[in-house]
């Protein structure tokens, strides 16, 4: 598995109604995506649910890496260039996701978690793994993944929910402008 987000910020007047039109444009042809678990095209809009710029983003969960590789490497990521500029790449080794029971999902969160180094790593996991399943438990939770930065270290928390953005949650929130899921269901 491989997750991974690539972001674009956005000049402060730029109409983020072209990219909710890209996004609707956009995300069906990620419908069917051989080795993809779930793209998301998320956004958000500087003051609204606490932007402070406009910002457009891919998050992927792939469940095959190669398909990955072959996005990025083929002339697919060209209109991605072509319109923003080859972009710096987050990636991660997924460790633990979930299903949520929600068919839906209108906010992602995205939340960091330092790993210190003297922790028990396993211990930690096996915590991770059950606070994925506590959110995977709510029935807002669509999908939940906690992957490992491991250059910088720490974890990375991913949640797709159904109900409107929550501040109170202390993470980044995302509107979800489309969710490509080609192989959700089989997994």
Do not use: C
Request: proline content about 5%; aromatic content about 12%.
């Amino acid at each position: 598995m491989l997750a991974k987000q690539y972001s674009h910020r956005l000049p402060t007047d730029y109409d983020m109604g072209v990219i909710r039109h890209r996004a609707a444009d956009r995300g069906p042809l990620w419908d069917e995506v051989d080795g993809l678990l779930f793209k998301v095209f998320a956004g958000q809009e500087r003051g609204v649910h606490g932007a402070r710029h406009n910002l457009y983003a891919s998050i992927y969960l792939w469940a095959d890496p190669a398909g990955a590789a072959r996005f990025l490497m083929g002339s697919g990521f060209d209109s991605v260039i072509d319109s923003f500029g080859r972009p710096h790449i987050e990636s991660w080794l997924p460790l633990d996701w979930r299903r949520g029971s929600s068919n839906q999902a209108r906010t992602l969160y995205r939340e960091h978690l330092a790993i210190d180094p003297l922790a028990d790593r396993a211990r930690l996991l096996a915590e991770q793994v059950e606070h994925n399943q506590r959110l995977a438990d709510d029935p807002d939770t669509f999908a939940v993944f906690v992957a490992l930065d491991l250059q910088a270290w720490e974890l990375v928390r991913f949640t797709l929910s159904a109900s409107a953005p929550d501040s109170t949650r202390g993470a980044e929130r995302y509107e979800v402008l489309y969710l490509a899921r080609p192989g959700f269901a089989s997994a």
